[in-house]
């Protein structure tokens, strides 16, 4: 009988918590509000994602992730002289505003 009056003024507690007053009533206007808070965070995690690399030498694996490419892609482009590259010690590096130079002379205009 004791725990059924627990759970029962519980249940009051939390019912009582849950109420809703006048004051608490959403309106339009804290709608459109909200509806424009959202939009500009998600512009601004949008516009993190989409900056470019903080550096301005790349490694050959962070190219091939940045362009969605093979390695054997990769090796092609580099040996058919498309995408420039400097080899220090064994590693290739790129410039990323020589791949972003190739990217904007590749574009097309299909209308």
Do not use: C
């Amino acid at each position: 009988m004791e725990k059924t009056l627990k759970r029962q003024n519980h249940a009051e507690e939390n019912f009582a918590a849950q109420r809703m007053y006048a004051y608490q009533l959403i309106t339009i206007n804290d709608l459109a509000q909200f509806k424009k808070q959202l939009i500009d965070e998600l512009v601004l995690v949008l516009r993190a994602q989409t900056s470019p690399p903080a550096k301005r030498w790349m490694k050959s694996h962070e190219v091939r992730r940045l362009l969605k490419i093979s390695p054997g892609t990769l090796q092609t482009l580099k040996s058919s002289g498309i995408i420039p590259y400097t080899k220090m010690g064994g590693v290739h590096f790129y410039d990323y505003e020589d791949i972003q130079r190739v990217l904007e002379s590749g574009k097309m205009n299909n209308r």
